[in-house]
């Protein structure tokens, strides 16, 4: 609070405005409730992320996990085997009912500072105080039109739903519930942080959104681990090297969009030199200091963290978590006078843009040809990230093997890497570009997410990776294995991995896509393209992973009906293809009828050619799928014989004896009926 006062006081951002003042109250309040709301949405998330991945349970059931079942008639608490209360060793789930107690108190509050700072963001725009004649009808017209009212609306509305589910939390299951549904609360709070039409409108998206869920994670975890601390005894030490591990992650992401966040603002050094750029540096500053004293914990705290005799918290990690909550809390009142602070270059709407500028939201790039498939590129930080993400972690895991003495197979690295990169190149590379302004570069796009980079995820074999990589956890936590596992074996993935759905998925939902509103809500809207992106991604390596997969999961069916399923796949896809080529209207045509490009394109014709391409793309890489089906199938008789060759070995062919003997009595006995 003093951060975020002190920036503002430096700033002037919360002085009267010349042309229309809401007033001191809420020029003053409002920063004050966003630094409010932030906290109480870093301890939210940061608390639900240590319930997920960094505290264990009880074991008796206290804090809503069920504990083992109890005769009729018996009392828990008369179990002699159980230790009482008082002589319990702290650490063994002591601290769970304290991070959910935190987390049911920080969503409601986290909530109701949405409420509120939408009612002062309205009187923020409009320059007018709270209440008088009309101010209700104003504030939902604001809500239900304008688009920065109706994104405050819809994370009002999420928060709400979200502070229920962290008021319900009592195991994994609910935590998780209530983790994805804060998750969704920052994504309209993000859209509405950069205005759309502006410059690199997707970037600033993505940006401030991983910039404010890393940061709620790094801040909130340390926050409800220091008021869990008293009641970790002997799992502290393992509790803090868990957090700092994920810190780490936190600091990265932090880092990465807020150099996005700070780019897109400055443009250039020289933005350094003003009000903002002078707050920023302060804020870099901090987060550098931040940075260090994460490093000394990691360093030198968590391994002096040994248990006092008396049970207490050892004075070392109150000493430097103090600091660096402390800290967080300065970085955080700095962020708020900063977004409050106008930077050198405006994030309004930008005027005069072409029809194809303000539909695709980024400007018009050069006609296509074979060099600028491969040389343009569209600033994606979310998928960037991602790709990266994908091709470093699988490596490390490989590197992890290898010291240990395991062999991976180079094979199934080289897949991976070539499918992390034909990511990066489909989702933020020419495809990207063009998939906005021309179907047929839409559908390049598309059918190489669905149907050519899930072969090469699948052949790289990721989940068998990550499972003899990634280490177990014995201490009643859940860590990245514990929870692949349960996510391999959970209801949902059994459902969406069998054959017929997975196949129904991947077919079906092309048609649900392309023939309703959403295949033009993905081409106009930031979040519709990424859901596009995830889900065909997903659909395809689901589907193939149930066709060639080597990972464990689904119940793969036998190979006749695995070639049957890929065969109604492959004429799905030519009878698809050959309907858009057939077409007289256009798909999305308020979207691709209206662009008007400069170097002039026919939409239908360029339709006509995507229909094409997804005829030819669908079914090559259905070919190759049918190939490596059918060998797959010869390999399996080829282990199952030799499989009999040896067991008849063992035994001497007793199976084949068994079976004359048999025949003989049979012939005997047709021989007496004669």
């Known amino acids: 609070m003093l951060a975020a006062l002190f920036g503002l ?24 409730i966003s630094v409010t709301w932030q906290l109480a949405a870093s301890v939210t998330i940061g608390g639900l992320m240590l319930l997920l991945f960094v505290l264990s349970p009880p074991a008796d059931g206290r804090g809503g996990v069920a504990g083992p079942e109890v005769a009729p008639g018996h009392n828990r608490t008369n179990n002699p085997n159980r230790p009482s209360r008082g002589n319990r060793p702290r650490g063994a789930g002591e601290a769970w009912p304290i991070a959910t107690r935190a987390v049911m108190i920080a969503g409601p509050v986290w909530a109701a500072c949405l409420v509120i700072d939408l009612v002062l963001g309205y009187a923020t725009v409009a320059g007018r105080p709270i209440g008088g004649a009309g101010f209700g009808d104003e504030l939902a017209f604001y809500l239900t039109e304008i688009s920065t009212g109706r994104a405050a609306l819809v994370a009002a509305v999420l928060a709400a739903i979200m502070s229920v589910a962290c008021v319900a939390v009592a195991g994994y299951g609910t935590a998780a519930i209530a983790a994805v549904l804060a998750v969704a609360v920052l994504i309209p709070i993000a859209t509405s942080g950069h205005a759309s039409g502006s410059a690199y409108h997707e970037l600033g998206m993505s940006g401030m959104f991983g910039h404010l869920l890393f940061a709620a994670i790094w801040v909130g975890g340390l926050v409800v681990l220091c008021l869990s601390a008293p009641r970790l005894g002997r799992d502290l030490a393992g509790a803090a090297a868990r957090y700092s591990r994920i810190a780490l992650w936190c600091f990265l992401g932090v880092g990465v969009s807020g150099a996005a966040n700070a780019w897109l603002r400055l443009g250039g050094w020289e933005g350094f030199l003003g009000t903002y750029g002078a707050l920023l540096a302060v804020k870099i500053v901090i987060f550098c200091a931040l940075g260090g004293i994460g490093l000394l914990h990691r360093v030198r705290t968590i391994r002096t963290l040994e248990p006092r005799p008396d049970g207490g918290t050892p004075k070392a990690f109150w000493r430097l978590a103090a600091v660096e909550v402390l800290v967080m809390g300065a970085v955080m009142g700095v962020a708020v006078a900063l977004a409050d602070t106008g930077p050198p270059v405006p994030q309004e709407a930008q005027e005069n843009l072409s029809p194809a500028e303000e539909l695709s939201q980024q400007p018009v790039p050069a006609p296509p040809t074979f060099e600028r498939w491969f040389t343009q590129g569209v600033p994606d930080l979310l998928f960037a990230c991602l790709a990266a993400v994908l091709a470093v972690v699988y490596v490390m895991w490989v590197v992890r093997l290898h010291r240990r003495g395991d062999r991976w197979p180079l094979g199934r690295t080289v897949v991976w890497l070539v499918g992390a990169a034909g990511f990066a190149w489909i989702t933020f590379g020419g495809p990207a570009v063009y998939g906005r302004i021309l179907f047929s570069a839409h559908m390049v796009q598309h059918m190489t997410l669905v149907m050519v980079l899930p072969i090469l ?7 068998t990776l990550a499972l003899r990589a990634l280490p177990a956890r014995t201490d009643g936590t859940r860590g990245p294995r514990e929870w692949l596992l349960a996510i391999v074996h959970s209801r949902w993935a059994r459902f969406a991995s069998h054959p017929v759905i997975a196949a129904v998925n991947f077919a079906g939902s092309m048609i649900l896509f392309y023939f309703t509103p959403l295949f033009e809500l993905a081409l106009t809207t930031h979040i519709g393209h990424v859901a596009m992106v995830v889900h065909f991604s997903l659909a395809g390596y689901v589907f193939v992973n149930v066709l060639i997969g080597i990972d ?15 065969f109604a796949t492959m004429a799905f896809h030519a009878f698809f293809g050959i309907a858009i080529i057939s077409m007289n209207t256009l798909l999305a045509a308020d979207y691709f009828g209206a662009l008007g490009l400069p170097w002039g394109v026919d939409a239908l014709a360029d339709q006509e050619t995507g229909g094409e391409i997804t005829w030819g793309i669908g079914e090559v ?38 079976y004359n003997a048999m025949m003989q009595r049979m012939a005997k006995g047709e021989g007496r009926r004669d």
């Open 457 to 463: 995820f699948t052949l790289g074999a990721p989940v």
């Open 552 to 566: 464990p999961g689904p119940r793969r069916p036998i190979y006749p009906l695995r070639l049957v399923l890929l």
């Open 9 to 32: 006081a430096f700033s002037g951002a919360a002085g009267p405005t010349e042309l229309a003042d809401a007033g001191p109250l809420v020029r003053w309040s409002r920063p004050l």
């Open 621 to 658: 890489p259905s070919l190759a799928l049918a190939i490596g089906v059918a060998v797959q199938w010869a390999r399996s008789d080829t282990r199952e014989a030799r499989r009999r060759d040896r067991k008849a070995d063992r035994d001497d062919d007793a199976e084949l004896a068994a």
